[in-house]
């Protein structure tokens, strides 16, 4: 079982990024996974997409994307966090997601949504992932998703720094998403060896 993890803010040093490694630290301490991969926008900007990504001929987007197809290719689910900005998702998530989808590296694999807000927002991002961020890519949102809001009060490194409370809530709430993420990547993976999720016979969604 490997679990992929997607920080989509393109800042260096992200809350995303922060929420990111201790959503890391979480599922090898609790075995719910036997490897992480950690994909940190903020470190690996991607250029923007154009045609030339469907183009086998083309070397440049050939170099840039075929370590990442690997990588995907590889998980059996996913952690989309997504920080609010001006309440949406960040263009370089956005962008990330518009890469995958006649391949298949993440057709037909569980993602929980993880939005991140410094305040008391973060629903936005939800709402706009499970609007379109799934439908040429075949990615599944699971049913459950985490916000993390006040996120400078929680999942610090020190915990001094941390909010008890919140901290406890949060820590409970993230468990339990992530023990459901390995539930539905083992249950996925019958529906992906079935055959009857080509995307050969459908390569768009509709």
């Not at 040093?13 to 950690?38: M, N, P, Y």
């Not at 075929?66 to 059996?76: A, F, T």
């Not at 037909?108 to 629903?123: C, D, E, F």
């Not at 909010?163 to 339990?176: A, H, I, N």
Request: glycine share 8%; charged share 20%.
């Amino acid at each position: 079982m490997k679990i992929g993890i997607i920080s989509g803010s393109h800042r260096p040093d992200s809350q995303s990024s922060k929420v990111g490694r201790h959503i890391e630290q979480t599922l090898t301490q609790q075995a719910l996974c036997e490897s992480c991969w950690f994909y940190d926008l903020g470190g690996n900007p991607l250029p923007l997409w154009d045609e030339g990504v469907w183009d086998q001929d083309n070397q440049h987007w050939q170099q840039q994307l075929e370590p990442l197809r690997q990588e995907l290719h590889s998980c059996d689910g996913f952690v989309m966090i997504s920080p609010e900005w001006h309440g949406m998702v960040p263009a370089g998530l956005k962008n990330f997601l518009l890469m995958w989808a006649a391949g298949g590296e993440l057709a037909h694999k569980p993602a929980l949504i993880v939005s991140v807000s410094a305040s008391l927002g973060g629903a936005y991002p939800v709402a706009e992932l499970r609007m379109s961020g799934y439908k040429n890519s075949r990615l599944c949102f699971l049913p459950e998703h985490l916000i993390v809001r006040n996120v400078g009060s929680v999942f610090n490194a020190d915990s001094k720094d941390n909010d008890p409370k919140s901290q406890q809530y949060l820590s409970d709430r993230l468990l339990y998403c992530l023990q459901l993420l390995r539930e539905y990547a083992l249950a996925l993976r019958q529906v992906r060896q079935s055959g009857k999720a080509s995307l050969e016979v459908y390569s768009t969604g509709m």
